[in-house]
């Protein structure tokens, strides 16, 4: 009897460690391929809405940039249409991002600092310190534009 709770308990023990080491590997136990690195940063930004205030979703557009071992650099440009406005021979940089393979971390380029910034994903009611930053810069342009 004694030796039946012991195998049970150990077979226990050996399960609750084994989900644990599961659960933690999380989703980006694969690296993203480009595909998913850009679905990823699309679903980034929209959700914790980036550029809502700024410009329609439908008037941008992602370009690959660079591509490492380590990262997909996307380029976000603006889509000079009819529907958009703009002159159509151009396409001037909104901004730039890194979107990690192994970890799925994307960060953003600092344009006035040219640093890159991790981004942090917006958790409902927290407000996204990454965001905040940029909408800074956002004012600060408009106001020397004026």
């Not at 084994?18 to 694969?30: C, D």
């Not at 992602?62 to 021979?89: I, M, W």
């Not at 640093?115 to 990454?130: E, L």
Request: aromatic share 8%; hydrophobic share 35%.
């Amino acid at each position: 009897m004694n030796y039946v709770f012991r195998f049970v308990a150990a077979t226990v023990v050996a399960l609750i460690v084994l989900l644990s080491i599961v659960v933690e590997a999380g989703p980006h136990t694969h690296p993203l391929n480009e595909d998913g690195a850009l679905t990823l940063l699309e679903r980034t930004l929209k959700h914790d809405g980036i550029y809502t205030h700024r410009i329609s979703l439908d008037c941008f557009s992602y370009g690959t940039e660079e591509t490492t071992d380590a990262y997909f650099q996307f380029v976000l440009r603006e889509n000079h249409s009819a529907k958009c406005g703009g002159d159509p021979e151009t396409s001037p940089v909104i901004d730039r991002y890194r979107v990690y393979r192994q970890s799925g971390k994307i960060e953003w380029l600092q344009p006035i600092e040219g640093k890159w910034r991790c981004i942090i994903p917006r958790k409902s009611g927290r407000p996204n310190p990454s965001r905040r930053a940029r909408l800074v810069i956002v004012l600060v342009l408009k106001e020397n534009r004026l």
